[in-house]
């Protein structure tokens, strides 16, 4: 039987370059060009400067748990097998904070603070989806 | 000039809370609350020259709803209209936009109303009444990462809040427990005959954990609103007037996972400096509780207790009937009925009328109101009083 896949998000024209970098492996977010603010999901303008020129940039993919939920109710049937999982929000090195989520550890044990690193799902051959592990996993 | 005392709420309506099912949509809702507050206050429709309304989910987005309550109710001549939404803290803004119109001579007599009917019928073969589903929806990446339903927000801001300052579960669930208390003695509250234990609390389904069922709201169906007028015109009114002696808002554009706080602090001293008050002179407190989160932080930000210490504030039940501050003295969102800013709006008046039977605390000058949208967004602040 095959696997229900997660929902797959839509390649918007804004996150094209975020799902090419993810296929590569690589995590990027958007970055600033008037003052160099790093923000995720992709604007149009910096909330923090008003420029409208931006760049993507690679960012290191470690991080911490800044908050997390646990899910425990199915709202779609690729989660069936995953409840509880745990939805995050991490914050980078680099000070950016994205969504995500924490696999790799029982979610119970999860901490706000704990070191994380990110890792990709493949989804399909358009969306290798990042998420974040233990940073004590890490190879 | 101060528009404290210069205005007054002459007129509450609400209709029958939660699984009602006499109107297939908001607007029906709408008509039987707008009537309600009318026969009230003792006016009649041609009294009214404003319509503000606040439409909840299911009234649609693309009409025009102060309008279409106006079309519906046959009301002629309106020369104040709008349809506002800043989520929870809208019922609060309403009263705020009619207070300053009528001050500046632009209309007399405002209702401002709150409608929604998310919840079906039960159907044969069905589960629920599909409530969830106007709540529960979810695109892009959220919905990629598993992210659905309303209450993920708040359920970030919780857990960090516990992270930081310590904050427990069975903290957050006093406030549920104290809420159930008051409901229990509000025959209008959904929950009026059900008591709810901190074991019960405990027990109750994580809907997005660190919040169990009973940290979150109900979803109703149902209308409330208020009718508005000079504070002159009020005392010659039915009931007796309910002064609105300061008004402020507050939106600070943070992220407030991050600051642990909402709008409050700024809204709250925009409306007390009006109202000419401070905290010790406050008899009872209707604070928006969509979530039991909501209520701790909010204390915390008008500053009933430092930041940091709302939960070992509420944990010995001094926000419950009996209790040093009386809170959500109707139950609030979590046990008696979800109208948005109406519900802690409502039962405002109601206390300061000494209308609320049971749950009427016994000193009831002074009352702060607050509406809260969004994850913490936005913020309203309303403080009434029994006199001028
Ligand atoms: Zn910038």
Redesign the interface.
Known sequence: MAEIV?????I?PE?RPFFEASKNGQLVVQKCNGCGALRF?PRRLCANCLSRESSWTPVSGEGEV????????V??P??AT?V??A?A?IKLKEGV?M???VIGIDPHAI???MPVRVCFEK?NDE?N?PMFRPAADAA | MSLRGKTAIAGLGITKMGKNYAHSNALGFATEALELALADAGLLRSDLDGVLVNPGLTWGSDVMASYTLQQAMGIRNVRLTATTNLGGASAAALVMHAAMAIDAGMASTVACLFADAPLKPPRPNAKGTGGGAAY?F?R??????????AN?GY???A??HM??YGTTSDQLGAIAVAERKWANLNPMAEFHREPLTIEDYRNS???????HLYDCCLVSNGAVCVIVTSAERARDLKKPPVYILGMGQGHPGD?P?ETLSSGAPMAKQTAFKMAGVELKDIDVVEFYDCYTITVLITLEDYGFCAKGEGGPFVADGRIGPGGSLPVNTGGGQLSAYYMWGMTPLSEGVIQIRGEGGARQVPKHDLCVVSGNGGVLWTHSTLVLGASA
């Open positions: 997660r929902p797959i998000p839509e918007t996150l999901p800044y908050s997390f939920i646990i899910m425990h109710r709202y779609h690729a989660f995953q509880p999982y939805v929000t904070r969504l995500s989520n901490r706000c603070g989804l969306v989806l | 529960g979810a892009g990446l959220d919905a990629a990462y598993g992210l659905y339903g993920s359920a970030m801001v857990q960090r992270h930081v389904r994580w809907v997005a954990e660190p919040l992220d996972v």
